[in-house]
């Protein structure tokens, strides 16, 4: 009794300051005095925030807010969007807000994005942003193709036979890049003399015989798009010559450096080649290697002879009225091509006499407009959207679904057209899967007020509590301080350091590399959390209940659209939603609500009945969880999952508060989740008796843990390993005594039925062993210990996951195989899941060529039909094709529980719904699996690989004795 009055106490203060009044305590920073800046919250009040609508009144085109005055069913009748005026909300106040909510996300993203472009163009970088990098791409191969006719006309010039012999495109060996560049040196000392000839040729041409035309072209490009974006008005003609210039320059030291012809300070070259900094690359180059022979009317020569192939070659789409052609064009449309510069020659205004005559480089109005428009759709591309305020529209095909005004895709394909294509042919099979999305598109949900009134309250008091990040970045100690800058403490040279101080110099080097890594990181989740908060915040407003709209990845995976708070992501999210409406716990609710607080704590390998008991036995605890002055709930720092957690406790504490607890309306979503869920499908498939028990397919006393099974085997093993002389790992296996834990394995247990590798194992591996007895934890090990040991566990831990599921193992290696003869046939590995969805799987090999230079990294495509990845399409199959029937089960289960009228919700291999109908759900659920696998899905996938592809696959693996029907 008095445990309950004073949690009654505390709840009463659970009040959140929902809107703009907790927008101040919003800041974020990099950890700097003075750089401390409050974020508004975009989604709140009747307008966009100032700095947003600064930028749309100036520089975009696309906006949906602050159009002109028209009700919502003028705009609806205006837009040709009559199917809207069926939806039961159509013309209330709801729907509106909704309409206006996803206009506003719109002009969110423009704001957004245009801003950003205005940064990367003011500061030089705008030839790296999306719309431009496609207009290059337009002009990649015309512009090689102009390079490689001046290259043949260069060769047969004078002073340069001895390159005529020479493939200007062949791809050199680093002795043969060397041999050239000593050519090269010695042709430029040579032509001192000609520097003026009429002929350019005779001062750029073997400049331009040593580079091949791909990256002579990325490095004219580049840098000229760059600075036309920069000066709308021109770029001089000088300054981006010059810069071009230094950048093929850059690129021929670097490219000879890499020869072993030079050698300076790799480090430092290495430093200026990763900040793309040609001119820093040459100076460290002209220290090295004495004599100039580079010059500004050489680097202007150079640059000049490029930029005039790129003037002549790069080309824009312009209709017969000179406007630009961007998009989709009708068949009868007229098009020409038109330069995508102009070169202005003019006078420079000046007070002396003899004034020099100049140029500018403009970008043409058609060029400018492709971008423009380029950058209008991408900008438009990709809002943030917040959860509806009214029930998504039904899916009735791809793109069609979801958002009132909003075009989402039903599949993330990437822009894939095979998985495209096989979606619109699918046709009426999808209906399965589109009535499935509807039932989890359509659960609604609310913000949890006493949770957001805790995170608030944490956050204004800089608790560092439950995985939020602390508002100042850890301080940099004294020795960190002492390592860095002009006046750093040790002044040394390397050279005249003993073993024992270059050792200790490393190591400080990467505790402090560490720690900036650390304070950055720290800066991204401060960043996530205000995110999060800000659509909290705003959400919590409406408790009639908002709704997450679904899509579906490429394996079938349902998704929510909205990105910042869904069910789908961490522990805080999950804390902060509960269900838009309750139900009466009953007897049998209140049972599942401990049972579910005890596995939010981790206790979760006990039978039902004990976890039950374990949460009883803390009752006192439960019901004063809370924010109790003074100090964060105790709840906070004991859970695994410390958010969900303290709801459950304080739903658990009302529930208890009140008359009758079992009358208590609960709207807490209880979770049951698949146990090692991917070897649970495995096992269902090969009918693996043994695997099946290892993983709760057959009934138990109390859970199985896979985890568990395999740690023990991995320990014998390593003991072994420890007591014989005569092992190899007997030293690596004495350091891990008393070391290896269920948590060490665990990840790599899960990982293995999605084809972990062995170095993905050994870096799981290594993570945990860091954190447990490596310099984050106890510090038993050094990092070098830590590394040798984790690669160790790593392949014990692959073996005896192979040895204990048995089963699983031959079903991988059937599939792996099949995928290999399949992908053989040079076509993408494609399969159709049981609920009629085609999966296509999206990796393709040549697609495309990576360009490295000094000023740029691109990646030009060559060709949009380009060859399979074979060896991807063949590893990814197998994981990619248990995810489809994880998936395949959670839709069949959403469809099934939501016939009989209860609420569902679900996280991939985790099934949601109300305490009081925990227990439907879970004999809907195993109903469910048994129905897939009584289907003959390896036979039916069989089948359709030998059909579609023509090919004969090795037979199926023996089935084991696993009996479905005692799931």
């Known amino acids: 009794v008095e445990a309950r009055a004073a949690a009654k106490d505390v709840r009463a203060d659970l009040t959140p300051q929902i809107g703009s009044s907790f927008d101040h305590a919003m800041v974020v920073h990099r950890g700097k005095r ?49 199917h809207l005026q069926s939806h039961e909300e159509f013309g209330t106040a709801k729907f509106a807000k909704q309409w206006q909510l996803e206009a506003r996300s719109v002009d969110m993203a423009v704001a957004t994005y245009v801003k950003k472009r205005m940064q990367t163009e003011t500061r030089g970088d705008g030839s790296s942003l999306g719309p431009v990098q496609r207009v290059m791409q337009s002009w990649f191969n015309d512009v090689c193709d102009g390079i490689k006719a001046e290259q043949h006309l260069c060769a047969v010039l004078p ?122 690359v040459n100076r460290l180059f002209r220290m090295i290697n004495g004599p100039v022979t580079w010059d500004d009317k050489l680097r202007v020569q150079v640059g000049a002879g490029l930029i005039s192939i790129l003037l002549e070659r790069a080309k824009v789409d312009v209709n017969a009225d000179g406007a630009a052609s961007w998009g989709r064009r009708s068949p009868d449309a007229t098009v020409t091509r038109a330069p995508a510069f102009e070169h202005d020659n003019g006078q420079s205004v ?80 999808l209906e399965p899967v589109l009535r499935a999305l509807d039932v989890l598109s359509q659960t609604s949900w609310l913000i949890s007020l006493p949770i957001l009134a805790v995170v608030q309250r944490a956050w204004k008091d800089d608790m560092v509590l ?91 995976r349902a998704y929510p659209v909205p990105p910042h708070l869904n069910h789908l992501g961490s522990d805080l999210c999950r804390g902060l939603l509960r269900y838009g409406h309750g139900k009466p716990l009953g007897e049998r609710g209140l049972f599942w ?25 803390r009752i006192k605890r439960v019901v004063l969880a809370g924010p109790a002055a003074p100090g964060p709930p105790p709840v906070l720092a004991e859970a695994e999952e410390p958010w969900q957690a303290l709801a459950t406790c304080m ?20 979770h049951q989740d698949g146990s090692c869920n991917g070897l649970q499908h495995y096992a269902a498939l090969g009918r693996d008796e043994i695997g099946g028990a290892q993983v709760n397919l057959v009934p138990g006393d109390k859970p199985s843990d896979p985890y568990t099974t395999v740690c023990k085997r991995v320990i014998i093993k390593v003991e072994e390993d420890a007591a014989n002389p005569a092992s190899p790992h007997q030293a690596v296996a004495k350091l891990l005594t008393n070391k290896v834990a269920r948590k060490v394995v665990k990840q790599t247990v899960m990982t293995t039925v999605y084809g972990v590798t062995f170095i993905g194992a050994r870096d799981q591996i290594k993570n945990r062993l860091h ?100 060896m991807r399409q063949r590893t990814a ?70 059909m579609d592809y023509k090919v004969s696959l090795p037979p199926l693996p023996p089935k084991g004795n696993l009996d479905l029907n005692v799931v």
């Open 159 to 280: 002073p340069f036979q001895e390159f005529q012999r020479q493939n200007a495109g062949q791809k050199l060996s680093p002795s043969e890049m060397g041999e050239r560049y000593r050519l090269l040196r010695q042709a430029i000392m040579d032509m001192q003399d000609v520097r003026c000839s009429k002929y350019g040729r005779n001062v750029y041409g073997p400049i331009m015989l040593l580079l091949p035309p791909e990256k002579l072209a990325v490095l004219v490009m580049h840098p000229v798009l760059a600075a036309v974006l920069a000066f709308p008005r021109g770029a001089r003609f000088l300054s981006i010559a010059l810069r071009v210039g230094e950048a093929v320059e850059a690129e021929l030291h670097v490219q000879a450096d890499a020869s072993g012809v030079m050698s300076p300070s790799r480090r430092k070259v290495a430093a200026a080649v990763k900040e793309r900094s040609p001119a820093k």
């Open 34 to 82: 003075g750089l401390e800046e409050v974020r508004p919250n975009p989604y709140a009040g009747p307008a966009l925030p100032e700095s947003y609508r600064k930028v749309l009144d100036v520089h975009s085109s696309v906006r949906l807010l602050d159009q002109p005055e028209v009700s919502v069913e003028e705009e609806v009748a205006r837009l040709n969007m009559r």
């Open 593 to 617: 609500l401990k049972v579910h607080l005890a596995n939010l704590f981790g206790v979760n390998k006990l039978s039902l009945a004990d976890r039950a008991r374990w949460t009883e036995d």
């Open 877 to 946: 199959f197998p994981p990619n094709f248990v995810h489809s029937l994880d998936s395949t089960h959670l839709m069949m289960t959403a469809a099934a529980f939501a016939r009989t009228g209860r609420t569902f919700a679900g996280v991939h291999d985790s099934y949601w719904t109300h305490a009081c109908d925990v227990e439907d759900l879970a004999k809907v659920l195993r109903e469910q699996f048994v129905e897939l696998y009584s289907m003959p899905v390896l036979e039916d996938l069989k089948r359709q690989f030998e």
């Open 651 to 670: 739903e658990l504490a009302a529930a208890l508060d009140s008359p009758v607890p079992e009358a208590y309306v609960s709207s807490l979503p209880v």
């Open 771 to 870: 954190e447990a007895y490596g310099d984050a934890g106890s510090k038993e090990l050094t990092e070098d210990q830590v590394f040798e040991a984790a690669g160790y566990l790593a392949r014990l831990t692959l073996t005896s996951v192979g040895d204990i599921f048995v089963g699983a193992r031959r079903t991988m290696d059937w599939l792996t195989a099949s995928a290999r003869i399949v992908a053989g046939t040079g076509r993408a590995v494609r399969w159709v899941t049981p609920l009629g969805l085609p999966v296509v799987q999206p990796y393709r090999r040549g697609g495309h060529v990576v360009i490295k230079t000094v000023l740029q990294e691109v990646r030009m495509s060559v060709s949009e039909d380009a060859p399979i990845h074979k």
């Open 466 to 556: 439950a995985a939020l990040p602390p508002q100042n970045d850890t301080p940099m100690p004294e020795w960190a301080q002492a390592m860095s800058g002009p006046d750093r403490a040790d002044q040394r040279p390397w050279a005249d350091l003993d073993t024992e101080e270059r050792d200790q110099r490393l190591r400080l080097a990467r505790d402090l590399r560490k720690l900036k890594q650390h304070n950055r990181d720290l800066h991204s989740l401060r960043c996530d959390l205000i995110n999060k908060m800000h659509v909290a915040n705003e959400m919590a407003q409406y408790q009639n209940g908002f709704y997450f709209p679904h899509n579906l990845d490429f394996r079938g």
């Open 350 to 429: 000046r007070r002396k006499p003899e004034s020099a005559e100049y140029g500018r480089v403009l970008a043409s109005s058609a060029l400018r407009a492709i971008i423009d428009q380029g950058h209008d759709f991408a900008s438009a591309l990709n809002p943030a959207l917040l959860p509806m305020l009214v029930r998504p529209l039904p899916w009735t095909a791809h793109g069609v679904g979801g958002y009132l005004r909003t075009r989402i895709d039903l599949m993330r394909t990437h822009g894939d057209g095979g998985q495209l294509g096989a979606l619109k042919v699918a046709g009426p099979r």
